[in-house]
């Protein structure tokens, strides 16, 4: 375990009133309720856990990368009914991760893209090291590598 970063889920209070939107409010907005039927496969972004069969979730597009850049980003997220925001310990990387090939993609300050990885989830913790080498990294983003998904924010601790 690092003692150089940590993901920052994303908060659950954004997200509550949404499961109080009757599904044409959610479609009216692009986004769908849905029922967990596999797991792994939902990855939530607030609880930084996978779905469990049987539970709802909402499939929404999310702003990530709210900057004035190119690398401005924008892209769909899992977030699961009912749980709590995350906050992993410095240096902890949630099963969730593991299991799955990942993007891991470096910023700098002003929201540049400065370098990136694709590895699978087992060597996250190693990518993350290795990227924040570079002192220009500001902080990283990590998404799953074939849907492109966004997954949370990985800041220096």
Do not use: W
């Not at 509550?16 to 596999?38: N, P, S």
């Not at 779905?51 to 004035?68: A, F, K, N, R």
């Amino acid at each position: 375990m690092s003692d150089s970063f940590r993901l920052v889920a994303l908060e659950a209070e954004r997200f509550r009133a949404l499961f109080d939107r009757t599904d044409e409010e959610l479609a009216a907005m692009g986004a769908r309720r849905m029922i967990v039927d596999d797991k792994p496969g939902f990855p939530c972004r607030v609880s930084l856990a996978d779905g469990e069969v049987g539970e709802t979730v909402i499939l929404l597009s999310y702003l990530h990368h709210d900057v004035p850049t190119p690398y401005r980003g924008i892209g769909p997220i899992f977030v699961r009914q009912g749980v709590a925001t995350a906050h992993p310990a410095v240096g902890e990387v949630p099963f969730m991760f593991r299991h799955r090939p990942l993007s891991v993609r470096a910023y700098d300050r002003d929201g540049m893209l400065v370098a990136s990885d694709v590895v699978q989830g087992t060597e996250l913790e190693a990518a993350i090291l290795r990227l924040f080498e570079d002192p220009t990294t500001s902080y990283q983003h990590v998404h799953n590598a074939k849907p492109g998904c966004y997954n949370c924010l990985v800041e220096r601790a």
